[in-house]
Each structure stands twice: as structure tokens, then as C-alpha cells.
């Protein structure tokens, strides 16, 4: 018998689950922050200024952006793509490189948008750095509004 661990598609499994017991009275359902132990080498990302650097696991770096973004972007009540890419869009509103891109946040806040011409041609080092920029508008626009 394989480990559970080894299957794709758990987190979507866990995520539709808990949307779909969502107002359930016989299920209580609630949000945990969890450590995950990857066969992967140490990566450095770094966040913030070029000279603060944090070396994490890319998986378990991910996880956390996941949850955290979802949050900040108040997607967790959302089911489909289509409601989350919306929702998306309206956060972006009439910011053109917010809105180009979204795209690169497709894994990270499980959506679809279609790859921006402008990054076609860059490599994925670059798309990183680019959606870490995006990332950090979105950010800033949401906790501007509020």
C-alpha cells in the first residue's frame, strides 16, 4: 500500500470537502496551519529587501503563502475558478499589471488565468521574481482598501 502522502490532489481534495460541508450543522469544519516534512533540498527565497534572505523548504514555503493569501484575498468562501478569478479581478480593478498579472499566481491561488503575452518569453527564475512583485501589489491594494 502506497502512502497517502505520494497522491496527487490532496489539498483540492481537503479544500472541496470543506466547502461542500460549509454550513453543515453535523460538520464543523476549521482552518490549521501545518509543518511538511519534503524529500526536497533547502531553497532560498527571499522575500522583502535584497538583504533579508529566509531559507525554507519550497513546499511547505507554499502551503503558507497559499493559506495566508487566500486569506488576504478573502477566497476561502469561494468554490469555483470562475468565482475566485472574478473576485480576483474586481481586487485588481483598473491596476493593468495587477491584472497582467494574476496569471502568475494561477498555481499558488488555484485559478486559470491565461498567460500574459508579457511573460510568455521569461524564464521561470524571472516569473518568480515577477509574481512576488504582484504578489506585493495585491497585498498592498487589499490592505489599502480596508
Known sequence: MRNICTFPGKSRLLSAFIQESDGMEEIVTF????????????????LGPPSTQYQVQSGSF???????????????????????????????????????GLCLLNETLDVKFPLHPKYQTVNM??????????????????????
Open 125 to 146: 527564475t524571472t516569473r518568480h521574481l515577477y509574481a512576488q512583485h504582484i504578489i506585493a501589489n495585491l497585498l498592498r491594494r487589499i490592505w489599502t482598501e480596508k
Open 62 to 100: 507554499l502551503v503558507l503563502l497559499r493559506s495566508l493569501l487566500y486569506q488576504a484575498c478573502e477566497l476561502e468562501g469561494l468554490v469555483t475558478v470562475q468565482e475566485k478569478e472574478e473576485h480576483l479581478r474586481q481586487v485588481a480593478g483598473d491596476d493593468a499589471d495587477l491584472m497582467s
Open 31 to 46: 482552518s490549521l496551519t501545518m509543518t511538511m516534512i519534503l524529500k526536497e533540498p533547502l531553497t532560498a527565497v527571499r
